[in-house]
């Protein structure tokens, strides 16, 4: 048997990555449609959460949303309420803190008694908040605020939530929500950005770990979303952040919530919904999976374009 030659190799290198692509993109993976399921949002209230659960509202599914404000909350249950599609879908929502596991535990199993016993089909963490500003002038409580905010309102809810889909077998998701600056940072962030860093880290942990019962792990890094959380981030925002944030499009909270869920939808691990967070995402994925081969290679090859600026300061 001879062996082939390199030209030969190469064409049926190329052949089955071809193959691969045309059967991947004519018969995809079949999609996570969230009707009838039931679906728990925390920071559901306001802002990217609150359009979350319309959405799902609107597709069938029962929402359980979860927040402090409780005017803000009865709020949303009646947006919730208009965006029902049939009488028995359970719409309900819980005041609770989440930012302690005892809490968040407690928040949890509330809204598993209030739909019958049943435990949240998908899990989506959208509680979180940001109050950025230079490091020189945080304290140890700021810091440590910044953490509770950004890190363990989310982790709490998803300790309870891994716990409860463990002990049940119950084959669940889970959905962070982290932000571009989970990828990446710069000026005026440094009690926000490690926290969400933090949280790219636990759900690259989760996505393996929780492989053994069953439970699928996803995780949203969107860009700014004019949200009621972003114009109070404005308030602390240095001047120069504020400058070079000017030129960023931005989403609406309706639209960064269609990014989510398609890519939930989609099974997506890391979920971006613009094209500068699919730059970050497929340049910086480490060991997390290609959404898509060939779309992940050329937005790999334009997020690794490097302009390079001399210094004009002697040395």
């Given at each position: 048997m001879t062996s082939l030659s390199v030209p030969s190799f190469l064409a049926v290198v190329v052949g089955a990555i071809t193959l691969f692509i045309i059967v991947r993109f004519v018969f995809p993976d079949k999609k996570w449609d969230p009707c009838g399921k039931h679906c728990y949002v925390t920071g559901g209230s306001a802002g990217l959460g609150l359009s979350l659960a319309i959405i799902l509202?609107?597709?069938?599914?029962d929402v359980s949303i979860v927040a402090r404000n409780e005017e803000r909350l009865q709020n949303a249950?009646?947006?919730?309420?208009?965006?029902?599609?049939?009488?028995?879908?359970?719409?309900?929502?819980?005041?609770?803190?989440?930012?302690?596991?005892?809490?968040?535990?407690?928040?949890?199993?509330?809204?598993?008694?209030?739909?019958?016993?049943?435990?949240?089909?998908?899990?989506f963490l959208c509680a979180g908040a940001s109050r950025p500003g230079f490091f020189v002038d945080q304290d140890e409580a700021s810091l440590r605020l910044g953490m509770d905010n950004g890190y363990w309102v989310q982790a709490w809810s998803a300790l309870a939530a891994t716990k409860r889909m463990a002990q049940s077998k119950f084959p669940g998701?889970?959905?962070?929500?982290?932000?571009?600056?989970?990828?990446?940072?710069?000026?005026?962030?440094?009690?926000?950005?490690?926290?969400k860093h933090a949280l790219r880290g636990l759900a690259e942990t989760l996505r393996s770990e929780l492989l053994l019962y069953g439970v699928s792990v996803h995780i949203f890094f969107p860009g700014t979303i004019y949200s009621p959380g972003y114009v109070e981030e404005n308030k602390t925002k240095p001047k120069i952040t504020l400058k070079i944030e000017e030129a960023d499009d931005g989403m609406e909270p309706e639209k960064a919530a269609e990014g989510l869920l398609h890519g939930v939808e989609q099974n997506n691990f890391h979920i971006t919904a613009d094209l500068l967070g699919n730059l970050f995402r497929s340049a910086t994925r480490g060991a997390s999976p290609q959404n898509n081969v060939l779309l992940d290679a050329i937005y790999n090859f334009i997020g690794g374009v490097r302009v390079i600026h001399r210094d004009p300061s002697p040395h």
């Open positions: 509202a609107k597709k069938g599914a249950l009646e947006q919730l309420e208009n965006a029902r599609q049939t009488p028995n879908q359970v719409l309900k929502t819980y005041s609770f803190s989440l930012n302690d596991a005892s809490t968040s535990a407690a928040a949890f199993e509330a809204a598993c008694n209030g739909n019958g016993g049943k435990c949240p089909d998908a899990v998701k889970i959905v962070f929500v982290s932000s571009l600056l989970g990828y990446m940072s710069m000026v005026g962030y440094s009690s926000y950005s490690p926290a």
